[in-house]
C-alpha cells in the first residue's frame, strides 16, 4: 500500500516492489502485474497500482494559522496528504506558534482543511497527548464479534455527541 | 543451577544469539520478543549494532514516516529482520493472512504489512513463535503471504535463516528449501517435536541443546532492557516482569 501511495504522491501510474513473487498476492490481487524490468532483460518485477485517494483523513498534532500541521513523523501522514487529492486534517489543537519545517511537517500546500478534535485518535495513541486504550480496543473488539455489538459501539461513540470530546 | 527463567525468556536469548555487532537489525510492529531480543543483544554481544524498532522514538533513525524504513529494506540496508505467521510451513512459507480458504476464511487476520518485501530483502529473517503446534506449523500454508524461497531468477538477496519456538530452533537451508533441526531447548524431547510439528525437517546427529539464558543475561533482561522495552510495549514489559506473560 505504501508502494501504491508512493506511486500517487510522484504522479506516475505503478511503482515496481522488491519481493512478492511466488506470493498468493498474485492470486487474489489481479491488479498486482509482474512484468519484465526493461533494464535487465528476464527479470520479473512485480507491480502495484498508484493509489490516488479522493480524501485522505489524517489526525495531527497541532495546526498553526497558516494551516500547516505538525503530525506524528513515524507515521506516513504527509504522503497519504501528497497522494490524495483532497486532505482533511483533525487535530488536537491550532494555535499561533507557527510551524517549522521538520520531522511530521506537513505544508499547508497538501491540505485542504482542519478542524480541532481533541482525542479524535482515540482509542488509538496521539504520542505526546495520549496512549493507546488498550481496555477500550478490548471492549471494541469484544463488541465487534456480533452485528448487535458493533451497533451498539457505533451508537455510543461514534453517532452521538459525546463521542466528540476527548 | 540457581535460577530460573521463562520460556519467553529463552526465546529472548535464542534470537538474540542472532544480532550481529555492527550490523543493521530491525524490528516490525507488534514484535515485543524481537525487541527485547535486539535490545539484549546491545546490552551483550553487539553493542555497535544498529536497532531499529518500529514504535520506537529512541530507535527508530529516520527523518520521515515508516516509509523510509521500507524504503531502506527494499535497498537491501537490513541486515535482520524478525518474522512470524499465522501459519508456517516445512518450505519455509508464512501466511499472514488467513485460516481457511481466502474468499470464505474462517479467521482474517491483518494481513502481510510488507513481509512479502522484507522476507526477501532484509539478509536474514528469524523467524519465531510462540506457539509451537501442528495448527501453527503445518504441511502447507493456506496462503503465500511471503514465500521461504522465490521461484527462479527472482531477485532475492535474503530470506529466511532461523525459526525459534518454544520447543526447539530450526535452521532454514535455502539451497533444499527446507528446515534442519539446530537445537532442542533443555527438557525438550525430539519426540515432541516430531509430535507437534506438521512439517517433515531434517534431524542432526546429535542434536545440540539450546544454551540457557545465563544468569547475567536475566539480569539484563529483567532490568534495562524490559525498562526500554516499556517505551513501546508497556503491557509486555509489565506483564514479563510479573512473569505473567
Do not use: W
Amino acid at each position: 500500500m505504501l508502494a501504491g501511495l508512493q506511486a500517487g504522491a510522484l504522479g506516475v501510474p505503478f511503482m515496481p516492489v522488491r519481493g512478492f513473487l511466488g506470493t498468493d498476492y498474485l492470486r487474489v490481487r489481479p491488479d498486482f502485474r509482474v512484468i519484465e524490468n526493461p533494464y535487465n532483460p528476464g527479470e520479473p518485477v512485480v507491480v502495484v497500482p498508484a493509489i490516488r485517494p479522493d480524501i485522505a483523513l489524517i489526525h495531527g498534532f497541532r495546526a498553526d494559522r497558516a494551516g500547516k500541521v505538525l503530525s506524528d513523523p513515524t507515521q506516513d501522514a504527509g504522503l497519504m496528504a501528497r497522494a490524495s487529492r483532497f486532505t482533511v486534517v483533525t487535530v488536537e489543537e491550532v494555535d499561533d506558534r507557527p510551524i517549522d519545517r521538520g520531522p511530521g511537517f506537513i505544508p499547508a500546500i497538501y491540505i485542504g482543511a482542519v478542524a480541532v478534535i481533541p482525542g479524535g485518535a482515540r482509542p488509538g495513541a496521539c504520542p505526546g497527548y495520549y496512549d493507546r486504550d488498550e481496555a477500550e480496543i478490548k471492549a471494541y473488539c469484544e463488541l465487534a464479534r456480533t452485528e448487535a455489538g458493533f451497533a451498539g459501539y457505533l451508537d455510543r461513540y461514534v453517532l452521538t455527541r459525546a463521542s466528540a470530546g476527548p | 543451577m540457581g535460577f530460573t527463567y521463562r520460556i519467553e525468556e529463552l526465546l529472548i536469548t535464542a534470537l538474540a544469539a542472532e544480532v550481529r555487532d555492527r550490523e543493521v537489525t530491525a524490528v516490525g510492529a507488534r514484535s515485543p520478543i524481537p525487541a527485547a531480543a535486539a535490545l539484549l543483544a546491545r546490552q551483550t554481544h553487539a553493542p555497535k549494532a544498529t536497532l531499529i524498532i518500529l514504535g520506537s522514538r529512541r530507535y527508530f533513525p529516520f527523518a520521515e514516516g515508516s516509509q523510509e524504513f521500507f524504503d531502506l529494506a527494499q535497498r537491501g540496508g537490513i541486515d535482520l529482520f524478525f518474522l512470524s505467521g499465522v501459519q508456517i510451513d516445512g518450505q519455509g512459507n508464512l501466511n499472514l493472512h488467513v485460516v481457511g480458504d481466502y474468499d470464505r476464511p474462517r479467521v482474517r487476520f491483518q494481513g502481510g504489512m510488507g513481509s512479502a518485501m522484507l522476507y526477501f530483502m532484509a539478509r536474514r529473517v528469524a523467524l519465531f513463535r510462540t506457539e509451537h503446534s501442528r495448527r501453527v506449523f503445518v504441511p502447507q500454508v493456506d496462503f503465500v503471504t511471503a514465500p521461504g524461497v522465490a521461484p527462479p531468477g527472482v531477485y532475492r538477496p535474503g530470506g529466511p535463516s532461523v525459526l525459534v519456538t518454544p520447543l526447539c530452533v530450526f535452521e532454514f537451508d535455502r539451497g533444499q528449501g527446507r528446515f534442519r533441526l539446530r537445537s532442542l531447548h533443555p527438557g525438550v524431547s525430539l519426540e515432541e517435536v516430531i509430535a507437534r510439528t506438521g512439517f517433515k525437517f531434517d534431524i542432526p546427529e546429535p542434536v545440540a541443546v539450546t544454551p540457557e539464558p545465563t544468569p547475567d543475561q536475566l539480569e539484563l533482561l529483567r532490568g534495562p532492557v524490559l525498562a526500554e522495552l516499556a517505551e513501546v510495549y508497556p503491557e509486555f514489559a509489565r506483564e514479563l516482569a510479573a512473569g505473567r506473560v
